[in-house]
């Protein structure tokens, strides 16, 4: 079972950065891609950036050029620096992890997610 942790949200002023971190347990951690999502109070779940196993990168057009994923697999952490933060940023951000399983399936873990809200 994977667990994921995340961390680093807040309450920030418009234009303002935060970091996210979202920490996951067991040893498969590099084999898994890792993707931001976020959820804003009466929207649906909306993708934010993801980062492959092998690092490639995606995001949102609301974030890019403002918003980096990274990852660190050997302390099983993925990041999500955020700067010029806006007002319509403020959301749940969860973390969520998926890979293939021995069945050839896809598996999914989430995390229970972080608030930022930006004030504007």
């Known amino acids: 079972q994977v667990l994921l942790v995340e961390s680093g949200g807040g309450l920030v002023q418009a234009g303002g950065s935060l970091r996210l971190s979202c920490a996951a347990s067991g040893s498969s951690f590099s084999s898994m891609n890792m993707v931001w999502y976020r959820q804003a109070p009466g929207k649906q779940r909306e993708l934010v950036a993801g980062?492959?196993?092998?690092?490639?990168?995606n995001y949102a057009d609301s974030v890019k050029g403002r918003f980096t994923i990274s990852r660190d697999n050997a302390k099983n952490t993925v990041f999500l620096q955020m700067n010029s933060l806006k007002h319509e940023d403020t959301a749940v951000y969860y973390c969520?992890?998926?890979?293939?399983?021995?069945?050839?399936?896809?598996?999914?873990?989430w995390g229970q997610g972080t608030l930022v809200t930006v004030s504007s």
């Open positions: 980062i492959t196993s092998v690092s490639f990168t």
């Open positions: 969520n992890a998926n890979w293939i399983n021995r069945l050839g399936l896809r598996s999914d873990a």
